[in-house]
């Protein structure tokens, strides 16, 4: 990898995960990292995440790749911060959720290339300690290039996607449009249906919350996991990928209106018909190497 310098703005989750993976599998890679809340700059030096800046200029002069990871809606405002420090010639990336938003928001030097990209590994941890060296082996690291046709800025990217092959992930490039339209469906709106599912059991008032709890692994946990993700960076997913959401979510009311009128008229083969074509995609799934094909996803096994 021709990159030998890094910089991460924000050491939240998934720029603690880039250094730690560098630091795995680029150790001669040095990373320095900065944030805007001071406990987390303080967490990340007692837990060795890498050079802890204290100001943003700071963490990416002398980098050859800056890479924001910070939530959507502060995107343009961590950039801001770091625009006058780059290095001329300095790949600029980031990791954000969702790719329009952050083009439009982002307009960067003419002597910096900007890369922009978005791992789709994650958990619903968040912060420093969430850091896994291994988060991004065997997932998917999409690029959505800019249509920029020097021969410089092409360069970039194949550096950029060299850099995340050597940190273990499988490297696409899409547009940015699709890109945000593909999201909104494997994780966007998977992410609101659970986020609604676990508030609407909460608001029930037939069924305690202690039952909630107690029978919650008939299914109701699996959503819990999802809904668990952390709050500011959903908010600002769904504030800027806005129209895709709403057009999937569209499709989504409506085959809920579809099942909802099967149950009511008892229609069992409309039912059936829509589970087993359910129940294929979780096994092509598997069969991708997405997820492990173990029981109840590997819980509960005895050893
Ligand atoms: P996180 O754990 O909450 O970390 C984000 C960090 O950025 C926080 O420590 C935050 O500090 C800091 N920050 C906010 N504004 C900043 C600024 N202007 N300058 C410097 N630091 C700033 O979030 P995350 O899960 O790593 O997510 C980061 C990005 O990755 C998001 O854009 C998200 O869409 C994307 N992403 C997430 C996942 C996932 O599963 N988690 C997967 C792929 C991509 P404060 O707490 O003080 O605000």
Request: charged share 25%; with cysteine.
């Amino acid at each position: 990898v021709s990159i030998t310098r890094v910089a991460i703005i924000g050491a939240g989750h998934i720029g603690a995960s880039i250094a730690r993976a560098c630091a795995l599998k680029l150790p001669d890679v040095r990373v320095a990292l900065y944030d805007a809340s001071e406990a987390v700059r303080a967490r990340a030096r007692e837990i060795a995440l890498g050079e802890i800046a204290e100001a943003p200029q700071e963490a990416v002069r002398d980098a050859d790749l800056v890479i924001l990871c910070v939530p959507v809606g502060a995107m343009a405002a961590a950039y801001a911060s770091v625009s006058a420090a780059l290095k001329p010639g300095a790949i600029l990336s980031d990791v954000g959720s969702v790719k329009g938003a952050v083009i439009a928001a982002i307009k960067p030097r003419d002597d910096v290339f900007f890369v922009p990209g978005h791992p789709l590994a994650g958990t619903e941890q968040s912060g420093p300690d969430a850091g896994l060296a291994r988060l991004f082996e065997n997932r998917w690291m999409i690029i959505t290039p800019l249509a920029d046709e020097r021969l410089a800025y092409k360069q970039a990217a194949a550096d950029l996607a060299a850099f995340w092959s050597a940190l273990g992930a499988n490297v696409d490039v899409m547009d940015p449009a699709r890109h945000d339209v593909v999201l909104a469906v494997v994780s966007h709106l998977p992410h609101l249906i659970a986020y609604n599912i676990v508030a609407m059991a909460e608001d029930l008032e037939q069924v305690t919350e202690s039952e909630v709890v107690k029978y919650s692994a008939s299914g109701f946990r699996d959503f819990t996991r999802i809904a668990a993700s952390d709050p500011i960076m959903w908010r600002d997913v769904f504030l800027n990928n806005k129209e895709a959401v709403l057009e999937m979510l569209g499709f989504f009311t409506e085959g809920l209106t579809a099942l909802q009128r099967a149950i009511r008229l008892g229609d069992g083969a409309m039912l059936h018909e829509t589970f087993a074509r359910a129940r294929r995609v979780r096994r092509e799934i598997i069969e991708a190497g997405q997820d492990s094909a173990a029981i109840n996803f590997g819980r509960d096994q005895k050893p």
